[in-house]
C-alpha cells in the first residue's frame, strides 16, 4: 500500500532524515520505534504531506504523493492523528467530528461516520454535546483518533497515542486500535511506549538520529537482544 524510498526532510539547515526507506501492506499496523528526536514523528508528518521531503520518494497505492499538499493527501486516504491530540478545546465533540469529515459533503455519509466513530468510542456518543476541552486525557485522545477516522482513511497514521495517559486507558486504546485495523484500515503507529506497540503490530521500524537502524516482524524485534535493552527496559 505505502512504500517510502530514500526520504529525507530537513527543517531548514537541519536535515531530520538521512534517507528512510518503510514499506507497509495494506491491512497492517506497522510501528515506528526510537528515542526522541529520532525522526519519528517528522517521517509521519512527511507522509501526511505536513512537511515536504527534500528528496527520495512516497508511493501510496502505486501513486507517488510526495510533494502534494497535505488536503490532496486526505483525500487520496491518508490521515494523520497528531501527538498532543490537538483537539478544538471550545468546540463540542459532534462539532470537532464534523470539522474531521469536512471531505465528505453528502450529509447523510457524514452521519454514517460520526455513528462508526461512536461505535469505536461509545463515550464520545455520550459526550457528543460537551466542550472538546472539557474531556479527560483519554476521552481527548479517542476524539483525536475519531476525528481522523472521519475522513475514511486507508491509511491512518497515529503519533504518540499513549502519552501522557494511564496504564488502564492504554490497555483500552491498544485494543480500540486494534479494532479499528480489523474494521478494514490500516494503521502505523509511532509509540514511545514500545512494549506496546510491538505487541499490537505486526511489523516494526526502529529510527535512530534519522535512520532506520533494525527493521522486522514486531515479534522478532520484541527478542532482539539491542531493542530490550535500548527501548523496552529489559
Request: with cysteine; net charge neutral.
Amino acid at each position: 500500500m505505502l512504500k517510502v524510498t530514500g526520504l529525507e526532510t530537513a527543517y531548514g539547515r537541519l536535515k531530520a532524515l538521512h534517507g528512510v526507506s518503510v514499506e507497509v501492506s495494506a491491512g497492517s499496523i506497522v510501528t515506528l520505534i526510537g528515542a526522541n528526536g529520532a525522526g519519528k514523528t517528522t517521517l509521519l508528518l512527511s507522509l501526511g504531506g505536513i512537511l515536504k521531503p527534500t528528496a527520495g520518494e512516497i508511493t501510496f497505492e502505486g501513486e507517488r504523493i510526495d510533494g502534494r499538499p497535505s488536503w490532496e493527501i486526505v483525500k487520496r486516504g491518508i490521515a494523520v492523528c497528531p501527538e498532543g491530540r490537538r483537539v478544538w478545546p471550545q468546540m463540542t465533540v459532534l462539532e470537532n467530528l464534523e470539522m474531521g469529515g469536512y471531505i465528505i459533503s453528502a450529509r447523510t455519509e457524514l452521519r454514517r461516520g460520526i455513528d462508526a466513530v461512536f461505535a469505536h468510542f461509545p463515550i464520545l456518543a455520550e459526550r457528543q454535546s460537551q466542550q472538546a476541552g472539557s474531556l479527560s486525557g483519554g476521552e481527548q485522545q479517542m476524539l483525536a483518533i475519531g476525528r481522523a477516522l472521519m475522513a475514511r482513511p486507508k491509511l491512518l497514521l497515529l503519533d504518540e497515542p499513549s502519552l501522557g495517559l494511564a496504564p488502564i486507558v492504554v490497555e483500552r486504546l491498544s485494543e480500540i486500535i486494534k479494532g479499528i485495523r480489523e474494521a478494514g484500515t490500516t494503521i502505523v503507529i509511532v509509540e514511545q511506549n514500545a512494549f506496546m506497540a510491538l505487541n499490537m503490530a505486526d511489523y516494526g521500524y526502529v529510527l535512530e538520529v534519522g535512520r532506520v537502524s533494525l527493521a522486522g516482524p514486531a515479534r522478532d524485534l520484541l527478542s532482539n537482544d539491542t531493542v530490550r535493552r535500548s527501548y523496552l527496559g529489559i
